[in-house]
């Protein structure tokens, strides 16, 4: 069916992704550290004892320029590295010190919008944009389609898809919805298409929002949906390269 291009994950909801080379996946949780934390706003309503909806916490559909964060994680000392062209570089724990991420974030969030309050967690789970532990599914085929419908190149981080699958004919994964496929050692459910918002109209370097994402999608292709949400169903290692296959 195909093979894995790119492994990405996002530590902190909407600030930042980072690209790996290989993740292990277990039956119903999300991608090891992927979403682990959120930023929530003067208006969030979270009490830390699971999935909340996205609208809850600072999201790039309300404030694009966030979408020009670049994350690097260390999941033994617990630190993060985040960098923007417009803010340089912090190294941070989440768990330990949310005060110099505030004010490094700050210059990022318009001063009519939402401003950031704190970083948090859930209880067992990454804070997803779904009610499922999910693991987002994407094909670079699809992605070429919308380049193409939009007329000049297209970043695919815009996407913030976690499995990025190559040699997959265009459009082919709406089509999975209900079926099993093997990623590697990892076997998932794909459960549902995944319905885009604005933020994949900001540019993943700069924030600014440049390319008509959404339209292209309705006006060419009919709907707005890109990538699937999956869920893990057999445990598994995968790695760059790795076989996919719909079972």
Request: glycine fraction near 8%; hydrophobic fraction near 45%; charge should be negative.
């Amino acid at each position: 069916m195909g093979t894995v291009a790119e492994l990405w994950r996002h530590p902190i909801k909407s600030h930042g992704r980072e690209s790996l080379a290989t993740v292990a996946l277990n039956a119903g949780k999300c991608m090891p550290w992927d979403r682990h934390w959120a930023v929530t706003h003067e208006q969030t309503k979270f009490d830390g004892s699971g999935w909340f909806y996205c609208r809850n916490f600072m999201i790039g559909s309300r404030t694009p320029k966030l979408a020009g964060i670049w994350a690097e994680f260390d999941d033994v000392s617990g630190m993060i590295t985040l960098r923007h062209q417009d803010c340089g570089e912090i190294t941070f724990n989440p768990e330990q010190n949310d005060a110099a991420f505030l004010a490094w974030v700050a210059p990022l969030c318009p001063a009519d919008r939402a401003t950031p309050k704190a970083i948090v967690k859930a209880d067992g789970r990454g804070m997803t944009d779904s009610e499922i532990p999910s693991i987002s599914v994407a094909n670079l085929s699809s992605h070429m389609g919308v380049a193409t419908a939009i007329g000049h190149p297209l970043e695919m981080e815009r996407w913030r898809a976690n499995i990025w699958l190559d040699g997959v004919a265009a459009w082919d994964e709406l089509d999975w919805v209900g079926k099993q496929i093997r990623i590697g050692e990892a076997e998932l459910e794909i459960r549902e298409p995944i319905v885009r918002c604005m933020a994949t109209a900001a540019n993943p370097v700069t924030g600014v929002r440049d390319a008509a994402t959404l339209g292209a999608l309705k006006n060419t292709f009919g709907h707005q949906h890109f990538g699937v949400y999956a869920v893990v169903t057999k445990d598994g290692h995968v790695a760059l390269g790795d076989q996919a296959q719909v079972l």
